[in-house]
């Protein structure tokens, strides 16, 4: 296995963070739900990229 592939543990600073702007885009969405198993809109994404970069992640 290689060691440089292993992902790092989420730190709950990340957590807070990904869990606060989940929320924060959910509540302005029209979608009533939003599935955690698939990957995200491309518009979450990118939001969640714009905070990590402002949190310096």
Request: net charge negative; proline share 11%.
């Amino acid at each position: 296995m290689n060691a440089a592939a292993t992902p790092l543990p989420i730190t709950p600073t990340q957590l807070t963070v990904f869990t606060s702007a989940c929320a924060w885009l959910s509540n302005k969405s029209p979608i009533s739900t939003l599935s955690m198993d698939a990957s995200p809109p491309a518009e979450i994404s990118a939001e969640l990229e714009r905070i990590g970069a402002k949190w310096g992640g």
